[in-house]
């Protein structure tokens, strides 16, 4: 199983950006598609972006589309979310995860890293 831990969040204001980062270790990095998610508060986790095991397939959630991305470098083992433009209703804990292809998450959630955008 690998082991991730989430890094990058904070607090920003509309419009800005934050890139998070998600370090694996323990297994081979590169075996896993991978995944973003995120919950706000009194809300359901939800998934937010999809990345391959290569890097080269990616999808997104709509809420996100066109200013998330998702992005892989597995010489570092590392996943990250770059992330612009963002809104107040990004406000969440961010999580990564090792996913299916379908973006379905199956192994341990880490701690994440909490993101707070304000208006």
Known sequence: ??????????????????????AASGRTFDNYH??????????????VAYTSRSGGGTYYADSVKGRFTISRDNAKNTLYLQMNSLKPEDTALYYCNTVLGNGTPF????????????S
Do not use: N, Y
């Open 1 to 22: 199983q690998v082991q991730l831990v989430e890094s990058g969040g904070g607090l920003v204001q509309a419009g800005g950006s934050l890139r998070l980062s998600c």
């Open 34 to 47: 991978m995944g973003w998610f995120r919950q706000a508060p009194g809300k359901e986790r939800e998934f």
């Open 107 to 118: 192994g341990s959630w880490g701690q994440g890293t909490q993101v707070t955008v304000s």
